[in-house]
């Protein structure tokens, strides 16, 4: 029966062509779709895993790691005067809008940090940060197009103020989020200036408002009583572990947004499609083949025997259309990569999950094939 079943599968090309593309869409939709969510998560807390602080210190109101209460500048040097503190550096997050020397207009992120010492880990080296002047700072390579720069020394203005391209990073520009710029918290300041002190001074004054301060440790093991303290010191202010920030901005953006949903929906309504394209497939197949399914019951073979070959065929289309569904997937990740910088991270799970919905689409397609078959009246074996 497993012969029989499978040269129903390939005797008709046209027919077998059509069924493994239905298969293949499904199988790079499922995959891109899930890939696109994992790298979308992930995303959110590139700048979280790009620093080896183990302690952030926010307002107790934060939603996410880019939606904050802010606190003052001077919380960064009152932190340092606590004990097991190593290193503790203010970090402002803020928005501004960019102007190409062509006239390129971009909306942008400004994440002002101290270069010298920083927690941040940017794929940069530490001198070329240190040697950045005011108006300078690095950005993600793809977001090169979106800025109106050509490479670094690419130059343009921030409120009338230099914004020059003096390095370039990769893989730290989360995928839903504006440019994120990289630079000085003095040229945050220039850029952006929240407060008074900084309108009048142009440079980080006591009462500056920044969104965090990031915190080492000189051991690890004084985790909770450093944070304890540090609570202590400054009111209204939550110190966070690192994991804590990654999971706060992660479920954020899983719980307050539909991106899930909309994903999910995607991909379902091309399993349908996919199922529909196979169920006619196979029960075209057997009204062809009619006759022979007759003899097979006139001769006594059960009716279960006839459910395992029509399902052979469902696993041979989902077998088959599998592999070419991982090829069309890996040609979409790797456009996406080089025409958008867009790093779709598709994991072994992923495949496995791909390929169990390809075989449960075929499965359940096969249903009423199925049904058509052992509805076959074996008398039409006799039919003239």
């Known amino acids: 029966m497993r012969t029989l079943a499978i040269r129903y599968v390939l005797e008709d090309v046209p027919r077998l062509v059509a069924s493994l593309a239905g298969i293949a869409f499904v199988v790079a939709l499922v995959l891109v779709q899930a890939g696109i969510y ?17 302690i952030w210190v926010g307002s107790n109101e934060m939603s996410y790691l880019e939606i904050t209460l802010p606190i003052r500048y001077d919380a960064a040097a009152r932190i340092r005067s606590i004990a097991g503190v190593e290193h503790a550096e203010p970090l402002a997050v803020r928005s501004a809008v960019r102007q190409s020397a062509s006239g390129v207009l971009d909306y942008v992120r400004v994440i002002g940090f101290e270069p010298a010492g920083s927690s941040m880990h940017l794929g940069v080296p530490a001198q070329t940060f240190a040697t950045m002047k005011l108006g300078d700072f690095a950005t993600d390579a793809t977001q090169l197009p979106l800025l109106g720069a050509a490479g670094i020394g690419a130059s343009g203005t921030i409120r009338g103020i230099p914004a020059r391209v003096a390095a370039l990073t ?28 900084e309108i009048m001074g142009g440079t980080p004054a006591a009462d500056s408002p920044i969104s965090y301060v990031l915190v080492r440790l000189r051991s690890p093991a004084d985790a909770g009583a450093v944070r304890a303290a540090i609570e202590r010191a400054l009111p209204g202010a939550r110190a966070f572990s690192r994991d804590e920030m990654a999971a706060i901005t992660r479920a954020f953006w899983i719980k307050r947004t539909n991106i899930g949903f909309i994903l999910a929906l995607g991909a379902a309504i091309g399993a349908l499609v996919g199922a529909i394209v196979v169920g006619q497939i196979l029960y075209v197949s057997v009204n062809e083949h009619v006759r022979e399914y007759a003899m097979l019951k006139a001769v006594g073979i059960p009716d279960r025997a006839l459910y395992g070959a029509i399902a052979w065929q469902a696993v041979a289309l989902a077998v088959l259309g599998y592999l070419p569904g991982l090829a069309l997937c890996a ?13 779709i991270a598709i994991s072994p799970l992923d495949a496995l999950v791909a390929f169990a919905v390809a075989l449960a ?17 074996p008398a039409l074996v006799f039919d003239g």
């Open 38 to 54: 994992s790298s979308f998560v992930r995303s959110t807390t590139l700048l979280i895993d790009q620093s080896d602080a183990q």
């Open 361 to 377: 689409i075929c499965i359940g397609a096969a249903l009423l094939a199925m049904w058509r078959a052992v509805r076959i009246d």
């Open 331 to 343: 040609a979409v990740v790797s456009v996406a990569a080089a025409t958008r910088g867009l790093y």
């Open 170 to 197: 990769h893989g730290t520009q989360p995928i839903v989020s504006p440019t994120f710029l990289y630079a000085s918290l003095g040229s945050a300041v220039a850029w952006s200036p929240l407060s008074l002190g």
